[in-house]
T-cell receptor, first 115, second 111 residues
Framework: GAGVSQSPSNKVTEKGKDVELRCDPI?????LYWYRQRLGQGLEFLIY????????KSGLPSDRFSAERTGESVSTLTIQRTQQEDSAVYLC?????????????FGEGSRLTVL | GQSLEQPSEVTAVEGAIVQINCTYQ??????LSWYQQHDGGAPTFLSY????GLEETGRFSSFLSRSDSYGYLLLQELQMKDSASYFC????????????FGAGTRLFVKA
């Protein structure tokens, strides 16, 4: 596709359920990033991938959060046993991955609401 | 670790010039970027400074001083549509391309 695509755009779930959020980056972009943005707040770094490897997972809030990337393409962010504090917009971004312009291309985000 | 600080809010008048400052702490980085985000929208890239100095892109300019751990975004000829949140971001450091964002500056443009 032309841009970064995320699904679902909206997800409402009950506390304790697991959720999966998907990101399709721009074709050819080797770097992929996940951020969390609570209402009115900044972008909280979660994890980034270079190819299929995640050199830095330091932002994952707890062991309930995990992410994977396959085929240097699609990535899935999984949140297990969701809590109300997980409610936020989860943003995915991709980039060429080199030391270039620094430009990250963002998807429209997945808005997660935990009841 | 890495951290960035920006003012939480700035208000300016349509047609004026506004500067949004960003100070940072890091042991190393490739560059400083700026992003704009309108309410309910995705962040969009504005500018990137890999080297010290000023980068100009239309009405927007960005500046970096590595020796002062400081940068700013300058918006000229402000328009109402410039009302949005602006984020500075550090790219890279310690061998990777991790990008960390500041908390954002909310810009209100008044008529």
């Amino acid at each position: 596709g032309a841009g970064v695509s995320q699904s679902p755009s909206n997800k409402v779930t009950e506390k304790g359920k697991d959720v999966e959020l998907r990101c399709d980056p721009i074709s050819g972009h080797t770097a992929l990033y996940w951020y969390r943005q609570r209402l009115g707040q900044g972008l909280e770094f979660l994890i980034y991938f270079q190819g299929n490897s995640a050199p830095d997972k330091s932002g994952l809030p707890s062991d309930r959060f995990s992410a994977e990337r396959t085929g240097e393409s699609v990535s899935t962010l999984t949140i297990q046993r969701t809590q109300q504090e997980d409610s936020a917009v989860y943003l995915c971004a991709s980039s060429l991955g080199g030391q270039n312009t620094g430009e990250l291309f963002f998807g429209e985000g997945s808005r997660l609401t935990v009841l | 670790g890495q951290s960035l600080e920006q003012p939480s809010e700035v208000t300016a008048v349509e047609g004026a010039i506004v500067q949004i400052n960003c100070t940072y702490q890091t042991s190393g980085f490739y560059g400083l970027s700026w992003y704009q985000q309108h309410d309910g929208g995705a962040p969009t890239f504005l500018s990137y400074n890999a080297l010290d100095g000023l980068e100009e892109t239309g009405r927007f300019s960005s500046f970096l001083s590595r020796s002062d751990s400081y940068g700013y975004l300058l918006l000229q000829e402000l328009q109402m549509k410039d009302s949005a949140s602006y984020f500075c971001a550090l790219q890279g450091g310690t061998g990777g391309f991790k990008t960390i964002f500041g908390a954002g500056t909310r810009l209100f443009v008044k008529a």
